[in-house]
């Protein structure tokens, strides 16, 4: 397969403009019943009537059975290989806030969760708090565990989800996650995976201690899981790499993490699909690149409501003409990863993908959906050669070779 970097050597700049339109976790799988998935399900007449005269397929977010997290997942979108950047999901929390990073932090996704009085997680995400409990919660926590020689930061980022920061010289990222994925089991502890992690290790469980006693009396968030250990590390950007101007558009602080450590211009004022929409109308002029995220088809698969995830899918069908009432010279309308709501997780199932311009082959498929993309002239490829058509198809990549 040949090496995705090659495009940068090809970039040229001209005035087209390229919407990337992401429903996270978008590819699902067939209930019993009806042998269809959420987006088979769904009444999608204008996703439909954009297949129809676009190049359909699917995409691999990382490789063959590979179940991908949120970072690679979109790493590979925007044509970065996901192998050779991953990174911990921390340092996409902390530049999700603009969290002022520094070499001697190690940055950790946290979330709040529900223990019982035996110490078993019944619920990995605390009834999904508000972010004002959230902002509440840290607080005290800010207050009240210390580490010494560490500085110790707390940061609210949406509803359970939280930012934790030990700055110091001596860090390592090496450490086992200390969620299990799954209720009725205890947290996991914080096991170093290297001897020079070992430290890092013992300071996290006098953390996780004293954080315990602090959350004691809190009804549902009683507990914390750490995730997604990072130190921070510098990449290049998508001006850089590809000449564009871009604007992420989206409304959970990690993708505007993603989008921050790639070099994207941010908006941070959007809560809504519909807010993301009208952004992306209004600021259309502005900027060549737009990369617009949308997190509720993936929280409802997460949730494993399958009815839920589909009304999603119609929502955004819904608003679908607006997006293509600009006419872009690209559009790609695609997930990030598939999550099931039979599963209520990622999985590794590839994931559905539109790709429309003036410029495309239109292949046969007629409606938006696992089992029509499956034929689409796209094919089945690595995400991370997505970006690459995407240029070629806005004329912004010269010939290769002589």
């Not at 007449?45 to 995409?59: I, K, M, T, Y």
């Not at 994207?264 to 807010?275: A, G, Q, R, Y």
């Not at 997190?295 to 949730?303: L, Q, Y």
């Not at 009815?307 to 069908?317: F, G, N, P, W």
Request: contains cysteine; negative net charge; aromatic residues 6%.
């Amino acid at each position: 397969m040949i090496d995705p970097e090659i495009i940068d050597t090809l970039v040229v700049k001209n005035t087209s403009k390229i919407v990337f339109f992401i429903m996270d976790g978008l590819g699902g799988l067939p209930q019993a019943d009806t042998g269809k998935t959420e987006l088979e399900t769904a009444r999608t007449p204008n996703l439909d009537a954009l297949a129809a005269r676009s190049v359909c397929g699917l995409l691999d977010p990382v490789g063959y059975g590979v179940t991908p997290g949120s970072g690679p997942a979109h790493f590979a979108l925007f044509g970065y290989d996901p192998v050779r950047n991953n990174v911990g999901r921390g340092i996409l929390e902390g530049a999700g806030i603009d969290f002022p990073m520094t070499e001697k932090d190690l940055l950790i996704r946290l979330n709040f969760a529900t223990i019982d009085r035996a110490g078993l997680i019944i619920d990995r995400r605390a009834g999904r708090i508000d972010t004002e409990t959230n902002r509440r919660i840290c607080s005290a926590l800010r207050d009240h565990v210390r580490l010494e020689g560490v500085e110790v930061i707390f940061e609210p980022v949406k509803e359970h989800r939280a930012l934790l920061v030990l700055r110091a010289d001596r860090l390592r990222e090496e450490i086992e996650e200390t969620d299990p994925q799954k209720t009725g089991l205890p947290p996991l502890p914080p096991k170093a995976t290297v001897p020079e992690a070992v430290e890092t290790e013992s300071l996290l469980v006098d953390l996780i201690t004293q954080a315990k006693k602090v959350l004691a009396g809190e009804p549902r968030a009683n507990m914390i899981l750490l995730r997604g250990y990072a130190k921070y590390r510098r990449f290049p950007s998508i001006t850089e790499r590809f000449g564009l101007n871009p604007l992420a558009i989206a409304s959970y602080p990690m993708y505007r993490g993603i989008a921050r450590l790639l070099g994207m211009n941010v908006l941070t004022s959007t809560n809504t699909i519909e807010d993301e929409i009208a952004a992306l109308e209004e600021n259309y002029g502005r900027h060549d690149f737009f990369f617009v995220h949308v997190k509720p088809t993936d929280s409802r698969g997460e949730d494993g409501d399958f009815a839920a995830k589909v009304k999603v899918i119609e929502q955004v069908d819904a608003l679908l003409p607006r997006v293509t009432g600009l006419n872009p010279e690209v559009l790609v309308v695609t997930g990030d990863h598939s999550t099931p709501a039979s599963l209520a997780s990622h999985s590794w199932h590839p994931v559905p993908a539109i790709l429309a311009a003036n410029t495309c082959r239109p292949d046969r498929v007629e409606r938006f959906g696992e089992r029509d993309c499956l034929c689409g002239g796209l094919g089945r490829m690595p995400t991370v050669h997505l970006m690459g058509l995407a240029l070629a198809h806005a004329r912004r990549l010269e010939k290769f070779g002589a």
